[in-house]
């Protein structure tokens, strides 16, 4: 559901239905109820091989034909109208089915194409309570985030209510504690949806936010919705939301995404077995094993798909960068810049002069590298606030072009 939710932010997304099939992946199928085809038809249809970029463009012939071109290439791809038909996701229906799953009486306000602040519906705590529900959709910068959710504060006449937000992806500096404090509780999509059975419900985490709001506003949770809390598993090591838990005897932190933690949680899910360096950075990235040829010869240390998605990015944080100093934001300011010293780092290895990419006389030294310099980092990341588990995890993984989690005695890890 969490590639879902991040698909909340289109409310009129001009995609074909296979740009949507890559996009969610294994969600697809379940999901594809949600996307509805529009009148309209795309003027870029998602490029099937890399190396022409990510998209062509679309052109219809005078007799009716649709072909994809890319400049610059002797490439034409013959199309039919339902490979470039526009669909969009469907928040009416989106709404309404969640509404079904929580318990909560779906609003019946309109969803334009437009609409950013979307009134969700209502959750009955007590008789006669009922809390509003709000959703905020879209919003491509910190700054549109906060002012929506501002917004929502001062237009609120009685305190109390639930704000949705696709996820945590613009959660910065004291917007979430200003919130509280005016009784409106910010709560990420992506970690309190699920699919059960084909049908949206709510996660654990979802009690656990309820239970949160009716503390900030004096109340108890209804007895229907209570649920025992989860016995805490004394050797977790688990994703949610935009964070990695670890429990290590029942003591607990917590782990930025990233590199490092998909690498162990995948060891830690197959104990006792090798695997090369190149397959468990495959593995990490969710890319397919069989497909995806190892490399053992000289080439380019990075492929110029890869490097434009770098590039891209590193565009985007300078931008971020600017409104995060003009906002005087500087948690948020120091967070992009070591982001940005990070990818600086990368195009530094990758870039000779002149910026041709180097030659590698072993790729898959370079990944075996990488992987145990992530594992590393991790694992002393970890050694900050939970010593012991550092030392498992440090004695236990053994790497280098074949790499492998050995522990002494079997932990019953939840992953």
């Given at each position: 559901m969490k590639k879902c939710c991040a698909l909340l932010g289109y409310a009129d997304c001009r995609h074909v239905m296979l740009e949507w099939q890559r996009h969610l992946q294994e969600e697809f199928e379940p999901l594809s109820r949600f996307l509805m085809p529009t009148d309209k038809l795309s003027k870029t249809y998602p490029a099937t091989d890399a190396s022409l970029g990510t998209e062509v463009d679309v052109e219809i012939e005078e007799d009716g034909?649709?072909?994809?071109?890319?400049?610059?290439?002797?490439?034409r791809i013959e199309l039919k109208e339902s490979d470039i038909l526009v669909h969009q996701f469907?928040?009416?229906?989106?709404r309404k089915e969640m509404c079904d799953g929580f318990e909560i009486?779906?609003?019946?306000s309109a969803i334009t194409r437009w609409s950013h602040t979307i009134e969700w519906g209502n959750l009955e705590l007590e008789k006669g309570v009922s809390i509003p529900i709000t959703a905020?959709?879209?919003?491509?910068s910190l700054r549109s985030f906060r002012e929506r959710v501002m917004e929502?504060?001062?237009?609120r006449e009685a305190a109390g209510a639930i704000l949705l937000t696709a996820n945590r992806k613009w959660w910065r500096g004291d917007i979430v504690e200003f919130a509280k404090k005016h009784k409106i509780l910010?709560?990420?999509l992506d970690e309190v949806v699920q699919m059960e059975g084909g049908k949206l419900q709510p996660t654990p985490e979802w009690n656990e936010y309820l239970t949160a709001f009716c503390k900030m506003v004096e109340m108890d949770l209804p007895s229907r919705l209570r649920e025992k809390p989860p016995a805490v598993a004394p050797f977790e090591f688990r994703k949610k939301g935009q964070m990695w838990v670890v429990h290590f005897n029942s003591n607990e932190m917590f782990l930025r995404d990233?590199?490092?933690p998909q690498h162990i949680s995948v060891l830690l899910s197959q104990p006792h077995q090798s695997i090369y360096a190149v397959d468990l950075q495959m593995l990490a990235s969710k890319q397919n094993l069989e497909t995806t040829p190892r490399p053992h010869s000289g080439g380019e240390m990075s492929d110029s798909k890869t490097l434009l998605e770098v590039e891209t990015r590193a565009k985007e944080l300078l931008s971020a960068l600017d409104t995060a100093r003009r906002e005087g934001n500087s948690m948020f300011e120091s967070e992009i810049e070591h982001e940005i010293e990070q990818l600086k780092d990368y195009l530094c290895q990758v870039k000779g002069k002149g910026g041709e990419v180097r030659k590698s006389a072993n790729p898959s030294d370079s990944i075996r590298r990488s992987v145990q310099q992530m594992i590393k980092r991790t694992i002393e990341t970890i050694a900050e606030e939970l010593p012991e588990c550092a030392r498992h995890l440090s004695r236990s993984i053994q790497t280098g072009f074949v790499v492998n989690y050995n522990p002494e005695s079997e932990l019953p890890w939840v992953l």
């Amino acid at each position: 559901m969490k590639k879902c939710c991040a698909l909340l932010g289109y409310a009129d997304c001009r995609h074909v239905m296979l740009e949507w099939q890559r996009h969610l992946q294994e969600e697809f199928e379940p999901l594809s109820r949600f996307l509805m085809p529009t009148d309209k038809l795309s003027k870029t249809y998602p490029a099937t091989d890399a190396s022409l970029g990510t998209e062509v463009d679309v052109e219809i012939e005078e007799d009716g034909s649709i072909i994809g071109t890319v400049p610059g290439f002797r490439c034409r791809i013959e199309l039919k109208e339902s490979d470039i038909l526009v669909h969009q996701f469907d928040l009416w229906r989106f709404r309404k089915e969640m509404c079904d799953g929580f318990e909560i009486t779906p609003s019946s306000s309109a969803i334009t194409r437009w609409s950013h602040t979307i009134e969700w519906g209502n959750l009955e705590l007590e008789k006669g309570v009922s809390i509003p529900i709000t959703a905020l959709i879209g919003g491509d910068s910190l700054r549109s985030f906060r002012e929506r959710v501002m917004e929502q504060i001062f237009q609120r006449e009685a305190a109390g209510a639930i704000l949705l937000t696709a996820n945590r992806k613009w959660w910065r500096g004291d917007i979430v504690e200003f919130a509280k404090k005016h009784k409106i509780l910010l709560v990420p999509l992506d970690e309190v949806v699920q699919m059960e059975g084909g049908k949206l419900q709510p996660t654990p985490e979802w009690n656990e936010y309820l239970t949160a709001f009716c503390k900030m506003v004096e109340m108890d949770l209804p007895s229907r919705l209570r649920e025992k809390p989860p016995a805490v598993a004394p050797f977790e090591f688990r994703k949610k939301g935009q964070m990695w838990v670890v429990h290590f005897n029942s003591n607990e932190m917590f782990l930025r995404d990233g590199i490092g933690p998909q690498h162990i949680s995948v060891l830690l899910s197959q104990p006792h077995q090798s695997i090369y360096a190149v397959d468990l950075q495959m593995l990490a990235s969710k890319q397919n094993l069989e497909t995806t040829p190892r490399p053992h010869s000289g080439g380019e240390m990075s492929d110029s798909k890869t490097l434009l998605e770098v590039e891209t990015r590193a565009k985007e944080l300078l931008s971020a960068l600017d409104t995060a100093r003009r906002e005087g934001n500087s948690m948020f300011e120091s967070e992009i810049e070591h982001e940005i010293e990070q990818l600086k780092d990368y195009l530094c290895q990758v870039k000779g002069k002149g910026g041709e990419v180097r030659k590698s006389a072993n790729p898959s030294d370079s990944i075996r590298r990488s992987v145990q310099q992530m594992i590393k980092r991790t694992i002393e990341t970890i050694a900050e606030e939970l010593p012991e588990c550092a030392r498992h995890l440090s004695r236990s993984i053994q790497t280098g072009f074949v790499v492998n989690y050995n522990p002494e005695s079997e932990l019953p890890w939840v992953l």
